[in-house]
């Protein structure tokens, strides 16, 4: 039975001709496989497959997706997070539990100056309007200023509304969704969020990872289910770091109320 794989034009471009007509005709692509981004079992036999390139520094990995979870594409990571999706591939760290709620990243994009500041970002489940929806929350560890400019002040907010993201007052209602904007899942883990490239071009990392940020099944499943991530961002001192996601919630219900969140609906990848 032919499998019912995508192969995008990109996917082809680093593969070769030859190797995507192998995988087209089933020579190389798996029946079954564990889908990259929800990391549930798939059958290419039997529903549409992705196949998803990630590239590292020296290697590259080829995997496999719902194509209702991502599409073909092509995925540039460090070497090191190729290292984890071979050991997420073949399961090697299977069954890891993932914490209920992860410890903020700081280690992620830099607005402004190199060293200046550093974004902290929380995965979270955030009910709104009688759902659960998964969530990103973004808060600076200094005050952010504009680009080229010095001096106290904190210009985080404003940045991001001139990009298209609006004022909360309250988590009634769901933001609206920002085009050109999107959240990197795959591997089952959180890589990055990625904007508009210069131009129009090839959307680039807004944030990045320097490891995955594990996020929960639920998390996982709300981000599927929905096909978007809702981002939220706060001014500096806003958050902090919330232990259990009612606490979390109740941070976001205050920096709203005191006008200082911002936020966005960002689909999945599909660069």
Not at 11 to 24: H, K, Q, S, T
């Amino acid at each position: 039975m032919p499998r019912m794989l995508d192969v995008s034009d990109e996917v082809r471009a680093e593969i070769g001709d030859e190797e995507a007509d192998r995988l087209l005709a089933g020579e190389t692509a798996p029946g079954s496989y564990d889908c990259t981004s929800c990391r549930t079992p798939g059958d290419a036999e039997q529903e549409r497959t992705s196949t998803v390139l990630f590239i590292g520094d020296e290697t590259a990995v080829l995997a496999f997706a719902h194509a209702t979870c991502l599409p073909s594409q092509v995925v540039q990571v460090t070497e090191e997070q190729l290292r984890g999706a071979v050991k997420s591939i073949t399961g090697d760290s299977a069954g890891a539990p993932a914490p209920q709620q992860p410890e903020p990243g700081r280690d992620g994009h830099d607005l402004a100056a190199p060293g200046q500041a550093v974004l902290g970002v929380t995965s979270g489940l955030v009910l709104i309007a009688g759902e659960l929806h998964a969530a990103l929350v973004v808060e600076p560890t200094t005050p952010i200023v504009r680009p080229g400019t010095t001096g106290p002040g904190d210009d985080f907010l404003p940045l991001l509304i001139e990009q298209g993201y609006m004022p909360v007052t309250e988590l009634s209602a769901l933001p609206p969704v920002l085009h050109g904007w999107s959240a990197l899942l795959a591997m089952g883990q959180l890589h990055a969020v990625l904007q508009p490239g210069p131009g129009g071009g090839q959307p680039v990392a807004w944030w990045q990872a320097h490891q995955p940020l594990l996020v929960t099944d639920g998390w996982r499943a709300a981000a599927n289910k929905h096909q978007q991530v809702l981002m939220f961002a706060a001014s500096v001192g806003s958050i902090g770091r919330q232990p259990r996601e009612d606490l979390l919630r109740d941070a976001l219900d205050k920096a709203a109320a005191n006008g200082r969140l911002v936020a966005a609906a960002l689909p999945l990848s599909g660069t």
